[in-house]
């Protein structure tokens, strides 16, 4: 399965970035869908994660209130807006699909990665 992912890039501490992600394969519409990162010399961390009809979602503590998750089944993407970001938050972001229905906060229940966009913010 193909991940597209797009949206990274440099912005300055307190702005706002978009990130997308498109899976080219049609069979994995209804999977949970998730956002991790990795900054350099960390391991990569959960972010976000959205259960396979949207209506459920979990994030890690470090984002929460200032990134959302959401999905459109019809064109099979999973989004992640980013507000408020800070130097702490540069990383190389992946999306990634999971197994079942999710919402999935493990790393290990995600079978599919997208192959990373680089967000950096500058304080």
């Known amino acids: 399965v193909q991940l597209q992912a797009s949206g990274g890039g440099l912005v300055q501490a307190g702005d706002s970035l978009r990130l997308s992600c498109a899976a080219v394969?049609?069979?994995?519409?209804?999977?949970?869908k998730g956002w991790f990162r990795q900054a350099p010399g960390k391991d990569r961390e959960f972010v976000a994660a959205?259960?396979?009809?949207?209506?459920?979602?979990e994030y890690a503590y470090s984002v929460k209130g200032r990134f959302t998750i959401s999905r459109d089944n019809v064109k099979n993407t999973v989004t992640l807006q980013m507000n408020g970001l800070k130097p702490e938050d540069t990383a190389v972001y992946f999306c990634?699909?999971?197994?079942?229905?999710?919402?999935?906060?493990?790393?290990?229940?995600?079978?599919?990665w997208g192959q990373g966009t680089l967000v950096t913010v500058s304080s």
């Open positions: 990634a699909i999971g197994t079942g229905r999710g919402p999935f906060l493990d790393a290990s229940l995600y079978e599919h």
């Open positions: 394969e049609g069979a994995t519409r209804y999977y949970a």
């Open positions: 959205i259960n396979w009809n949207g209506r459920s979602t």
